[in-house]
């Protein structure tokens, strides 16, 4: 079973960028369509942003805007998101699990980011 750690986030101010990371344990890894999901408080968990095996497809909510990256490095299993131009309203913890299927492997613990104005 494939598990994830994610990390990399903080406390920024709005404009500013963050880079968050996502280490996947296990063989299979390469396998997975992954993604970034975020949850602020009160709120539902959303898709963020997803990436095919590959890395040669990329998706992101409609909030992104341009200003957040997916990308992967199948030969160390990570994962990141490149964020730039954050706002207030980005403020959430972010997690990353696989996208593109219902199927979800074990949720980690997420890293917060917070986002002042």
């Excluded at 990399?8 to 280490?23: E, P, Y």
């Excluded at 990308?71 to 730039?84: E, F, G, H, P």
């Amino acid at each position: 079973q494939v598990q994830l750690a994610e990390s990399g986030g903080g406390s920024v101010q709005a404009g500013g960028s963050l880079r968050l990371s996502c280490a996947a344990s296990g063989r299979t890894f390469s396998s997975y369509a992954m993604g970034w999901y975020r949850q602020a408080p009160g709120k539902e968990r959303e898709f963020v942003a997803g990436i095919t095996v590959s890395g040669g497809s990329t998706a992101y909510g409609d909030f992104v805007k341009g200003r957040f990256t997916i990308s992967r490095d199948n030969a160390k299993n990570m994962v990141y998101l490149q964020m730039n131009s954050l706002k207030p309203e980005d403020t959430a913890i972010y997690y990353c699990n696989t996208a593109y299927s219902s199927s979800k492997l074990t949720w980690g613990q997420g890293t917060q980011v917070t986002v002042s104005s």
